[in-house]
């Protein structure tokens, strides 16, 4: 047996087809012991550490991280003897394409829709003896696999022809890949048996030849994204908060100079010597007060029933590596500034490195949405799904403004509220982001209304 | 989130604390020798690394599924150990530990999530039925059986036979389930219900199924339920025992309800993290089974570190021999799914079995 073991991606829960590669947890050259964990990969059902099933050195990473990848396609292959000299003597190992449903991969089992079925046996395979035994009610003789095959697509494209509809025949992960290059299948000739379109019929059409390139063929100045995880459930989320909840937005510009002072303050403050004190850490408690006031912005209308929490979850809205996120702190109005202050922190920061959970984003009841950081002065957010408000914070300026009666240079900053108006009527909308404004104009209102 | 209030006022019958500690109970209390604690933390490690083994191997792609049991160790080993011989149990899907107290090799349960097997073993052989994946289900089967081995004349004294079944928080929310109390309540069953309380039914929490703590609804159906910590083999052990030896001297069901943690995901195809947060997972490590009887062996200086050691180099062992085992495992005879569909062979089924044996024979190299 040779010392080359490939690993093909398994089926890793129940009837998948395909999984994303998440994290590559080894390289190239490692030396890996069994079942150490060696590739993070997300499925429709789950993102899971797959270990590793040999002891050996790796010696050959096929796919990269990001990449999604059949059920029974190579993804590493290891060197299971490294103590035995180079491996450039040993010859290549039988190429081992990922198997299509139905198909017998390289391991010999057959690919299905549900895990994998039993290895092909020997009997698909054996010749009939010259004289069988007799059998006492005679059955049909087991055609060949491929016979099968050819009868099935020849069956499949008189059927097509007599209905006059369909002529295309390609297996559905064809079809797929078809569609993800642009490819046309009425285009092309099948070269399969029986006349099916294969992924290498699709793949050469997909590829165009060298000399076809000219500054006019289209799609060199577009880029194709193929959207996906995070940016989907946005995508999703976006859409049905915007398409069920009636928004109104309103705005407030809101002279902001004593809390800029209060962040200084309290930055020099012993017990906030260990957590970030920020403009936007006092916004998040202004709006907790103002959901004290105002308990009503902290619901779910759900058609027959407008659900008021007594607790607030907090959402922040965090632009991360993955994409916009909204983790939520959660029992927000129970905590104390110091705790606020660290909960933000570590909120941001988990979500920064990636390691926000789905735990850490559900549940949320009123969301926060910071675009002063992109320098942006205000913005009409769209509600998180399940909630009735967003608060949009906008960048603070130095700015002329008439302060006690004088024109002076003041911190301003802009203020957006979006609301569900279905349950939120504008009266509360307008005094609960009045109140927040309050609590940011002067800070000593926060004393007035613990 | 999942520790709920009642969970911490709750009384919970408890013989080893989290920190390793023994405490006594007046109505459960068991008096083991240096031995028997020994060997009882060599079955809880050998389980949990059946379990590792069995996901990893999962995860390689070399079984279709698996439940892991990963948390509830002593509730299956102190349950498992508690039952006799004669003793019949009624597994779920995932009562590893029991079956390996009951002496089942972990591969015969392999073959079932590879495939390799035409869907089980022999109950009768080691008194361990087969796996049952329809929740709750099993519970009538074990009442039935527990209903008849009583019109057997085989309970009623110290030496009778008593009935376990197995069965999840999630499903005491099921029909079945709630037909098995009435039935084995009506009938005074010799029938002990082992509920695993692990606090999520996939990824419903307990307390959206019930508003009183599961033991509790016994009490409604007319027969004695009791709370004991599920991380706790001893505790576990002791309330077990005691449930099957009021069953078997004929004073009818009791439900047990091991309150414990499945700090692993439902099956491989589930992802907990998607609906319960990481800080409920880390509250529970700190009572984890397994720790708690090591510090216990410590503390009492009947097990040292080179005890520990031959432990865990005996797990080792196993998990190579499984997972060799696996690997190796022969596909079935397809002669074999004749045999145990009816306990008499029908002449039908017979006739069918040699069609299939002559045509399989009609093959070059004879045989299947």
Known sequence: ????????????????????????????????????????????????????????????????????????????????????????????????????????????????????????????????????????????????????RVSAAAVGQAAAQTMGAVTVLAKPPVRKLAKER?????????????????????????????????????????????????????????????????HVTEFITVDVTPTMELVQRLKSLPEFADVKVTSLLLVAKALLLAVKRNPEINSTFTGDEIVVKDYVHLGIAAATPRGLLVPNIKDADQLTLVELAAALQDLVTTAREGRTSPADMQHGTITITNVGTFGVDTGTPIINPGESAILCFGAVRPTPWVHEGEIAIRQVTQLALSFDHRNVDGALGSKFLADIARVLADPATTLAWS | MTVTPEATTTPLVQLLTPEGERLHHPDYDVDLTDDDYRSFYRDLVLVRRIDVEATALQRQGELGLWASLLGQEAAQVG????????????????????????????????????????????????????????????????????MGIQKDGAVGDSDGEAVIAYFGDGASSQGDVNEAFVWSAAYNAPIVFFCQNNQWGISTPTSTQSRIPLYKR???????????????????????????????????????????????????????????????????????????????????????????????????????????????MPDPDPLSMFDDVYADQTVLLEEQREELGTYLAGFAGGGH
């Open chain 2, 218 to 328: 016994a009490e409604g159906f007319g027969f004695p339920g009791v709370r004991v910590d599920g991380n706790d083999v001893l505790a576990s052990y002791a309330v077990t025992r005691a449930a099957l030896d009021a069953a078997r001297t004929g004073q009818g069901p009791t439900l047990v309800e091991a309150f414990t943690y499945r700090m692993g995901a439902h099956t491989t195809s589930d992802d907990p993290t998607r609906y319960r947060l990481s800080s409920d997972l880390e509250a529970w490590k700190l009572k984890d089974p397994l720790e708690r009887m090591r510090s216990f062996l410590f503390k009492q200086q009947i097990g040292d570190s080179s005890f520990i050691d031959s432990v865990d180099a005996d797990a080792d062992e196993l998990a190579a021999r499984i997972r060799k085992g696996c690997l190796e």
């Open chain 1, 1 to 148: 047996m040779s010392r080359l073991r490939e690993f093909t991606l398994p089926d890793l829960g129940e009837g998948l087809t395909e999984g994303e590669i998440l994290q590559w947890l080894v390289s190239v050259g490692d030396e890996v012991t069994l079942n150490q964990p060696i590739v993070e990969v997300e499925t429709a059902k789950a993102a899971v550490e797959v270990p590793s099933p040999y002891a050996g050195v790796v010696t050959q990473l096929h796919h990269q991280a990001g990449d999604v990848v059949d059920v029974g396609s190579v993804i590493i292959t290891f060197d299971t003897d490294p103590g035995a000299g180079p491996l450039d003597l040993i010859p290549e190992p039988p190429k081992a394409e990922g198997a299509l449903i139905g198909e017998v991969g390289a391991n010999g089992r057959t690919a299905t829709l549900v895990g994998y079925g039993p290895k092909s046996g020997p009997a698909k395979r054996r010749a009939r003896t010259d004289n069988p035994a007799p059998v006492v009610a005679e059955p049909p003789p087991p055609p060949p696999a491929t016979a099968a």
């Open chain 2, 79 to 146: 349950s498992g150990r508690a039952l006799r011989p004669q003793d019949f149990a009624f597994p779920t899907y995932r009562e590893h530990g029991v079956a390996w107290c009951k002496g089942v090799d972990p591969l015969t349960l392999l073959a079932l999530f590879r495939g390799a097997s035409n869907g089980g073993w022999d109950p009768q052989e080691k008194r361990f039925n087969l796996y049952t994946i329809v929740i709750g289900s099993q519970t009538l089967h074990a009442t039935g059986y527990a």
């Open chain 1, 182 to 246: 642009g490819v046309d299948l009425t285009s092309l000739h099948g070269t399969g048996t029986g006349g099916v379109i294969t992924r290498e019929d699709v793949e050469s059409a997909g590829s165009p030849a060298p000399q076809a390139v000219s500054a006019l063929t289209p799609g060199t100045r577009e880029r194709r994204i193929p959207v996906k995880g995070v940016r989907k459930m946005t995508a999703q989320a976006m859409v049905s908060s915007a398409f069920t909840a009636p």
